[in-house]
């Protein structure tokens, strides 16, 4: 079956070198970056910074559970395998409202320390008692939220649950102990105009998009402490030039590739912060 329409999940997956696509995903982000080039480096950017701040959270915070909240199709280095890397015994729960997703995630996922759930961040309080959450996550020990590229699907205000603000912080402040971290990233822009187009254009193709700029992402977080150095372009936080690669650009977006070098209209923003 050949879907009719693109979904975050595959398109974001192409750009980082997947196979789980269509022509319409592909359509889609070929589309998007004749106004914005600099998707495919961003996707990759962000890609790259969630191998350094799961290894953040593992080594340094001493995190060994995660809720992995619009988790994508399975590519290279998952959340279970980066933070399994360094701590065998580490817990991850991965949610998508995409069941594409559990049913790729499924066949590579599963064993004693991992689960896969389809479900809508928008409501988290059903993820929060969902059973395979409980199975796996005791709230009562610091736990590590993360909404990585994903907090732009997050209306303001929105017809399912409270809009992103509750979306994003019911778990973190209602649920999870003191010392429980949230990790974050989104698509931003400082040009209101360009953002704006940018947010229009997705949405328009059926994927719910958000702008904002970084000063509405900090505000979101209010009263977490940031760890260093705080929110900031995802290029930004902790930069590793000897982390792991991603796998190849796809042929037909090669020609993308550096395209920030020129152009920095929209960018990933994001962070760690605490709960105090
Ligand atoms: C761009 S991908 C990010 C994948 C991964 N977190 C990463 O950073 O590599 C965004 C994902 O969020 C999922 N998503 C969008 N809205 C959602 C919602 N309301 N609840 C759960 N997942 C959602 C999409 O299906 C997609 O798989």
Same mark, same amino acid.
């Given at each position: ?10 398109? $974001? ?9 269509? !022509? &319409? !995903? ?9 106004? +914005? ?11 790259? +910074?969630? %191998?350094? &701040?799961?290894? /953040? ?8 559970? +995660?809720? !992995?909240l619009g ?14 890397? +360094? ?16 049913? /790729? ?15 809508d961040m928008r409501e988290p ?16 020990? =610091?736990?590590?939220?993360?909404f990585? @590229?994903v907090g732009h699907h997050l209306k303001d205000v929105d017809n399912v649950g409270a809009g992103a603000r509750h979306a994003l912080r019911h ?6 102990? =003191?010392?429980? %971290?949230v990790?974050f @990233?989104q &698509? ?20 719910p998009w958000q702008h904002r700029?970084?000063?509405d992402v900090?505000a979101l977080f209010?009263?977490? !402490? ?29 020609? $993308? ?6 152009? @920095?209209?929209?960018?990933? $923003? ?7």
């Amino acid at each position: 079956m050949t879907p009719e329409q693109a979904t975050s999940a595959r398109a $974001y997956g192409w750009m980082l070198g997947g196979k789980d696509n269509y !022509d &319409v !995903d592909r359509g889609l982000v070929l589309a998007v970056l004749q106004g +914005f080039p600099e998707c495919v480096d961003i996707a990759r950017q962000n890609r790259q +910074f969630l %191998y350094r &701040v799961v290894r /953040h959270l593992v080594t340094e915070a001493g995190v060994s559970q +995660f809720l !992995d909240l619009g988790c994508g199709l399975p590519t290279e280095n998952n959340v279970h395998e980066v933070a399994q890397r +360094f701590d065998p015994a580490a817990r991850v729960v991965y949610v998508d409202i995409d069941p594409t997703v559990l049913a /790729h995630a499924r066949a590579l996922l599963l064993d004693r320390t991992t689960a896969v759930i389809t479900a809508d961040m928008r409501e988290p309080e059903k993820i929060a008692f969902h059973p395979r959450v409980q199975r796996l996550i005791d709230f009562t020990e =610091p736990v590590a939220v993360l909404f990585l @590229s994903v907090g732009h699907h997050l209306k303001d205000v929105d017809n399912v649950g409270a809009g992103a603000r509750h979306a994003l912080r019911h778990i973190i402040d209602a649920v999870a102990a =003191p010392g429980s %971290y949230v990790a974050f @990233s989104q &698509v931003v822009s400082d040009d209101v105009r360009r953002g704006t187009e940018y947010a229009q254009w997705l949405d328009g193709a059926g994927v719910p998009w958000q702008h904002r700029s970084p000063a509405d992402v900090d505000a979101l977080f209010e009263g977490l !402490d940031p760890v260093d150095p705080g929110l900031v372009n995802v290029l930004d936080w902790r930069p590793d030039p000897n982390q792991p690669p991603l796998e190849p650009i796809p042929d037909p977006l090669r020609r $993308y590739e550096g395209a920030t070098r020129s152009q @920095s209209v929209v960018y990933e $923003y994001g962070g760690l912060l605490r709960k105090p």
